[in-house]
């Protein structure tokens, strides 16, 4: 192939990928102009812009309460997942290695029950008894640690897979380090990158959560997504400013779980 056969090859390859990007990013353009919008119903472009969906949106308490509800659910599953995973992580991987394939099949089983049929099961469960939790933030965030499970699980073990952790830990060993104190000032520091991927990216899946959030708690622990529901039926400048602040958010978590990967890389 030639050089100007390479180039128009190329050319057009761009061009095919900008115009899906431009394609994606149009429904997000037009959310973002009409949450700006003071009107905008029979005309092209809107009759005004203005702010005022955002500061009506940004001083609401009960958004602010369920932002912050929806936070801490997601910090308390994710912590959760750190104190368990990453001991059993490197029990299996240093002295139970045989032990990762079977690992590999039952981390993914949350992700082979819908949530619904899980979320009815729960319900039935945790709805009454000793073990009432239906309606409180306990529940959701059981649930959302079993969600996170197989995000974390995956990232990290290909982290302790890189840094080969036996000869790691023999190395410390070698130099007199006890096994508990050569985890956590050898091993813990290098599974650093991996760690914070794995927490950002199952942040942006949780925080983004519904079905479980919904027919668990509803409006008795009301998060994020449970308060977009049931705003549905407001002004749609509030709703769009709701839905551009909500993906702004999850956008900069995103890109900061791309950037620890590249760097990682």
């Known amino acids: 192939m030639s050089r100007a056969e390479s180039g128009r090859g190329g050319l057009y390859h761009r061009v095919v990928v900008w115009l899906l990007f431009l394609i994606l990013l149009l429904p997000l353009a037009g959310t973002l102009l009409y949450s700006l919008s003071t009107s905008w119903s029979a005309t ?6 203005t702010l005022k969906w955002y500061l009506a949106l940004w001083s609401d308490t009960r958004f602010l309460t369920a932002f912050g509800q929806s936070l801490l659910v997601c910090f308390g599953a994710l912590a959760l997942s750190v104190v368990l995973i990453l001991p059993l992580l490197f029990v299996v991987n240093y002295h139970f290695p045989r032990l990762d394939a079977l690992m590999n099949i039952l981390i993914l089983l949350p992700f082979a029950v819908p949530p619904v049929v899980s979320s009815v099961g729960l319900l039935q469960v945790y709805g009454s008894g000793p073990l009432a939790m239906v309606g409180t933030p306990w529940i959701l965030i ?6 996170a499970l197989p995000f974390m ?3 990290i073990t290909n982290n302790l897979q890189a840094i080969n952790l036996r000869d790691l830990m023999d ?7 006890s096994t508990w104190k050569a985890a956590f000032l050898v ?3 290098n599974l650093r990158n991996g760690l914070m991927v794995s927490l950002f990216l199952s942040f942006s899946f949780l925080f983004g959560e519904f079905v479980f959030a919904n027919l668990l708690v509803g409006t008795r622990y009301e998060t994020l997504q449970v308060y977009l529901n049931n705003m549905r ?8 400013a709701l839905v551009i602040s909500y993906f702004f958010f999850v956008l900069l978590f995103t890109w900061a779980a791309n950037r620890l990967n590249k760097d990682k890389a």
């Open 142 to 147: 059981g649930c959302y640690f079993t969600v």
């Open 171 to 177: 190395a410390a060993q070698l130099l007199g380090a």
């Open 153 to 155: 699980y995956r990232a």
């Open 44 to 49: 092209i472009l809107p009759d005004g812009l």
């Open 187 to 189: 091993v813990l520091p």
């Open 233 to 240: 039926n407001s002004s749609g400048h509030f709703n769009s």
